[in-house]
């Protein structure tokens, strides 16, 4: 049981490309969820899944989009990658009627310059 | 809507010596409350969890918390630090029927020798 995994672990973008983050988890979890940390502010909640083919925005979308084709996989795509996208990206799942307690992957340390 | 707010950025904390973080909540009904740990360079790991029932709840590695409705407050403790408690701590609250979860900004501990 692997829990939540994250691809890659580190990457460097130039200004104006695209890449996905790859997010999967093992433990048939309805919810999945995708937040970025910067320094001093927390998780910021980019989007959020609540089954296969149901996405929503969270507080901060602005740039990112997000598909779910199944439960186990909640991938993230950056598109035209800006420097302010320069973070720190966290994908959590949760099983309902646990108060959403939420499982964490491992992040992926996102540099765009 | 519901907040969560951690007064103290940075504590420091002789290893050994006893430890509060202190967290308090905004919601109008009854919160989920949660404590997680993130070690440099790694992921959000749950410490303990609070839904309802005994307003004292244990936690892994020796951590508690204490639910007080009337100061809305979730504040987490430990009797003795150790160093390898070095860490970022988030305090997070749901609610029911809300499948998202808000965190604060995070307290980081130092543990001096």
């Known amino acids: 049981n692997a829990g939540v995994t994250q691809t890659p672990k580190f990457r460097i973008l130039k200004i104006g490309q695209s890449m996905t983050l790859q997010c999967t988890q093992d433990m048939n979890h309805n919810y999945m969820y995708w937040y970025r940390q910067d320094p001093g502010m927390g998780l910021k909640l980019i989007y959020y899944?609540?089954?296969?083919?149901?996405?929503d925005k969270g507080e901060v979308p602005n740039g990112y989009n997000v598909s779910r084709s199944t439960t186990e996989d909640f991938p993230l795509r950056l598109e035209l990658a800006a420097p302010s996208q320069t973070s720190v990206y966290f994908c959590?799942?949760?099983?309902?009627?646990?108060?959403?307690?939420?499982?964490f992957g491992p992040g992926t340390r996102l540099t765009v310059t | 809507a519901q907040s969560v707010t951690q007064p103290d950025i940075h504590i420091t904390v002789s290893e050994g010596a006893s430890l509060e973080l202190r967290c308090n909540y905004s919601y109008g009904a009854t919160p989920y409350l949660f404590w997680y740990v993130q070690s440099p360079g790694q992921g959000l790991q749950l410490l303990l969890k609070?839904?309802?029932?005994?307003?004292l709840v244990q936690g892994i590695k020796g951590f508690e918390a204490e639910f007080k409705r009337s100061q809305s407050s979730f504040n987490l403790r430990k009797p003795s630090v150790h160093w390898s408690d070095a860490a970022e701590y988030f305090c997070?609250?749901?609610?029911?029927?809300?499948?998202?979860?808000?965190f604060g900004t995070g307290t980081r501990l130092t543990i001096i020798p």
């Open positions: 959590a799942s949760s099983p309902p009627g646990q108060g959403y307690e939420q499982y």
């Open positions: 997070a609250v749901g609610s029911f029927g809300n499948e998202k979860l808000t």
């Open positions: 899944s609540v089954g296969a083919g149901i996405t």
């Open positions: 609070y839904f309802s029932g005994d307003t």
